[in-house]
């Protein structure tokens, strides 16, 4: 499985950007998808999530109300739509993949098998 998510860049505070992540499986629609985010200095966190079995979503407080998680089967394609951005958005973001999650491990990194290469956030105010 080969997660691909182009996109990112350079936006100002309060503007809108959406970055996807293409997934290399035949089974896409049973994959729980995650995007996380690392800022310089600190450590990887959870921004968002899409239960793969259940369809549930899943947001870090900090995002919740601006970002949106989609995802389209057709094209084996997950997104993240990140509106009001502010600069402590900036960071690499990253989107991950696995099968066999439960709710309760969501949030972990860790506990995903399969990851995209990162994408750069930049916001500046």
């Known amino acids: 499985v080969q997660l691909q998510a182009p996109g990112g860049g350079l936006v100002q505070a309060g503007s809108s950007l959406r970055l996807s992540c293409s997934v290399s499986?035949?089974?896409?629609?049973?994959?729980?998808m995650g995007w996380f985010r690392q800022a310089p200095g600190k450590e990887r966190e959870f921004v968002a999530a899409w239960k793969g079995s259940s369809s549930s979503t899943y947001y870090a407080d900090s995002v919740k109300g601006r970002f949106t998680i989609s995802r389209d089967n057709a094209k084996n394609t997950v997104y993240l739509q990140m509106n009001n951005l502010k600069p402590e958005d900036t960071g690499v973001y990253y989107c991950a993949a696995d099968m066999r999650l439960i709710t309760s491990s969501i949030r972990t990194g860790s506990d995903y098998d399969y990851w995209g290469q990162g994408t750069q956030v930049t916001v500046s105010s």
């Open positions: 499986t035949h089974t896409f629609s049973r994959y729980t």
